[in-house]
């Protein structure tokens, strides 16, 4: 077990400023009932007693938008500009367990499927990932069904918020780099003292309603007779397909590629995310292979629960519990799992 190291609440300002002049520096910033990742400044809150941030680490991996090249045509020839991508390290503090976990299952569609993705390869290397336990797990959350333990969150370096410290632990070579350089800011403490936090919140997690979910079925031998469940056809119909669900999901990756004509005889290209609920997406020549809402709406728990299990030998959902708390007409992973997952 690596060495643990504190420092008090009080000082984490004194911290964050210390780990800003080397490089950007992401945190949970509180802005009335919002909470979310954003750039660490001055003037900002950072919020470690918050549960989930509204946004997830993923923006700072797959930007919501981002310009890949512009093409011109001058004098018949066609020059191609590759867009300027800044790819600097940064730190991204304060992530959640679940949204860990959502970074490994991106990482597998991005780094480890069918191709590499540049920008996102070189973000992923760039960053350093400082996880943070949940002491207050909310209704919504059901990582533990998927066999997550928020009392460990993991990442480059583990952290805990108990009796007023915040306790630090590197996961790896990266972190203990990270741990070193800040040590003089650190005192060192005994792995006892991070343990009644550690059991606290394990007690919490079980006791929470969704944290034991039917998920046996979920299986790729039973992925036709999952397609062709008959519940899909009453599932579906509350559906908007509005796309929130997949715009706040850690683990959601689809893109667009788009072009527009920044003037006249130069076009800008950018991908932007997409969703699998909208009647466009995979649109092709001969039009939308997913016709229906519900052809649409079952893609998407197919994807979380029986694709992504397939090709990965893990789920595509980490149970963060977003989509729990932001469909607009209360429908959710939850509620697929266990309508299919009880028979
Ligand atoms: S499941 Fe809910 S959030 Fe997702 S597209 Fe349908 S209505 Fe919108
Ligand atoms: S499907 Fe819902 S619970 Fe699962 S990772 Fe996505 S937003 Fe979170």
Redesign the pocket.
């Known amino acids: 077990m690596k060495g643990l190291y504190k420092i008090s609440t009080g000082e984490l300002d004194g911290l964050f400023a210390e780990i800003a002049r080397e490089m950007r520096l992401y945190a949970p910033l509180r802005q009335g009932n919002e909470l979310n990742f954003g750039l660490w400044g001055a003037s900002v809150t950072v919020d470690l007693h918050g549960l989930k941030t509204d946004n997830t680490p993923k923006d700072l991996f797959l930007p919501q938008s981002e310009d890949l090249y512009s093409a011109s045509l001058k004098g018949g020839d066609i020059k191609i500009n590759p867009a300027e991508a800044e790819f600097a390290p940064f730190v991204v503090f304060g992530v959640k367990a679940c949204d860990i976990k959502a970074t490994a299952v991106l990482d597998n569609i991005f780094l480890k499927g069918d191709f590499v993705d540049h920008n996102y390869k070189l973000r992923r290397e760039n960053a350093l990932i400082v996880s943070l336990a949940c002491n207050k797990p909310g209704m919504s959350c059901f990582c533990a069904a998927f066999n997550l333990d928020a009392a460990a969150p993991g990442g480059d370096i583990a952290t805990w918020l108990c009796n007023e410290y915040l306790y630090l632990q590197a996961q790896n070579e990266k972190g203990e780099g990270f741990i070193k350089q800040f040590a003089h800011l650190l005192q060192e403490a005994e792995e006892g003292e991070i343990a009644p936090i550690q059991a606290e919140i394990r007690e919490k997690i079980a006791a929470l309603p969704y944290s034991e979910l039917p998920l046996e079925n979920f299986t790729p031998e039973n992925m036709l007779k999952l397609f062709n469940h008959e519940n899909w056809n009453i599932l579906y119909k ?9 715009y706040i999901c850690p683990t959601c990756g689809c893109y667009d590629i788009r072009d527009f004509e920044a003037k006249c005889g130069e076009i800008q290209r950018f991908r932007c995310w997409d ?1 699998c ?1 909208y009647p466009d997406f995979t649109l092709m020549a001969h039009g939308n292979p997913r016709i229906s809402q519900k052809e649409r ?1 079952r893609q ?1 728990f197919m994807h979380k629960l029986a694709y992504h299990p397939e090709k990965f030998a893990e789920y595509g959902c980490v149970g963060c519990g977003r ?1 729990v708390n ?4 209360s ?2 992973i939850v509620k697929i799992i266990k309508s299919l997952g009880g028979e």
Do not use: E, Q, Y
């Open positions: 509350a559906c908007l397909g509005c796309g929130i669900c997949t969703s609920m709406f998407r989509c932001k469909c607009p007409v429908l959710n």
